[in-house]
């Protein structure tokens, strides 16, 4: 494997820092307070355009013609340091990784950076892909992933995703990629391998590199 691409929000932080909860409220203020959305109807909403578009903000770009760049700068405007801080276990984890490390997301740049920045690691990733990648097409469309692969200029096959979302692993698998889930979700079929955190991730690889098998042996 050439390169690890690794998904940002729950994923290099455990969902326990609940960073999730202030963007949701900045999501819903921006539907009532900005879009003019009901405030009865801002969950039920969201939770469709969620469903139907794999993000609330393409239902809302597509529903209510939302500007994406003043979205994402209005739901991502939250004290990251209040809820992340420097991770030095999963810093010496990434820094044990020989391949290439990369970041894909749904999220916006400049909250990925503010995010890697916090957790002490934004110097150990060669790229960012952000929910720009593809027009704002977000995962788990499988044209952001094949964008991103075009970029990087490998295949699938070189390539291993984790992601804490199982939706998300799925057209990574189409692709060839090697799939690992992290965090607390129940692994599918198309799942390699299934951590607790992105931590357990080096001697997850080592142990599937010494084996010699075609993937990453399941379970923990």
Known sequence: MQCILFDLDNTL???CCDLFSLIDTRINRYM???????LENVDSLRRRYWQDYGV???????HHRVDPEDYLHYVHDVDVRSRLQPDPELRQ?????????VVFTNSSRAHTDRVLD???IADLFDAVFDIRVADYMPKPYLEPYQR????????????VMVE?????????????????LVGDAVPESFVDRHLAGVEQLPQALACWASCGTGSPARGY
């Not at 970029?151 to 390539?159: R, V």
């Open 13 to 15: 932080y455990p969902p």
């Open 118 to 120: 916090a957790l002490g």
């Open 148 to 159: 991103v692969l075009d970029q990087l200029g490998l295949a699938g096959s070189q390539c």
């Open 56 to 62: 609330t903000m393409r239902g809302l770009m597509r």
């Open 164 to 180: 804490d979302s199982v939706a998300n692993l799925r057209p990574a698998k189409q692709l060839g990629m090697a799939t690992i």
């Open 93 to 101: 984890a990434l820094l044990s990784l020989p391949q290439s490390r």
């Open 32 to 38: 009532h307070e900005v879009v003019g959305i009901p």
